[in-house]
């Protein structure tokens, strides 16, 4: 059935499929502790069986994930354990006063009527030399309103400037998925 030549290759094939068939699928455990190569305290990660039953069980270093709870809540309780309520303090005095200054950064642009901006044009055309930059509306806002604290990527102009004549109404987007709208003129100069 089988040649000489043929043999050799056909055991070792068998013989790869049999070291490898016992071989387990990794489970996933909670972590208890640092361990080095494997991962931080709290973490939810992906070890062999045999190194779980053996090693880090006995030892208190890991523990069974239970078979009827989700890995997000695993992680999420993780998580919550690894952080002392004094980082939740602050955490807390942290957001609080991130929602104070978006507040307060809503009001001073609500309290902005318009933004002008003179621009010189192409001869017969509405089209700009020189367009209106989202860094040129910081400036304006910065310099004649004082509002220091309003961040570029907040601001959202269509293609990045504004490229025409005219009225442009420009939303402003906040964290709190809240947006204020200011008007920019953009004007020619007058020669």
Do not use: W
Not at 106 to 127: C, K, M, N, Y
Not at 128 to 142: C, M, N, R, T
């Amino acid at each position: 059935m089988f040649t000489r030549s043929t043999r050799p290759l056909f055991n070792q094939v068998q013989c790869m499929t049999k070291r490898y068939a016992h071989k387990k699928a990794p489970i996933q455990i909670r972590l208890n502790q640092y361990i080095e190569g494997i991962g931080l305290k709290g973490q939810v990660v992906s070890v062999r069986p045999g190194l779980m039953r053996n090693v880090l069980y006995p030892s208190g270093k890991a523990s069974y994930i239970v078979k009827g709870e989700s890995l997000e809540s695993v992680i999420d309780e993780a998580e919550a354990e690894a952080m002392t309520e004094q980082q939740q303090i602050e955490i807390q005095e942290q957001q609080l006063k991130q929602q104070v200054l978006t507040s307060e950064l809503q009001q001073a642009l609500s309290q902005v009527s318009s933004l002008r901006f003179t621009r010189a044009i192409v001869p017969g055309s509405e089209a700009l030399f020189g367009s209106v930059s989202v860094d040129d509306i910081l400036q304006e806002l910065k310099d004649k309103h004082d509002i220091h604290t309003l961040e570029k990527q907040a601001i959202d102009v269509q293609g990045g400037k504004i490229k025409t004549l005219g009225n442009h109404t420009i939303p402003i987007h906040f964290a709190d998925h809240t947006t204020v709208s200011i008007s920019i003129d953009v004007v020619p100069e007058e020669k």
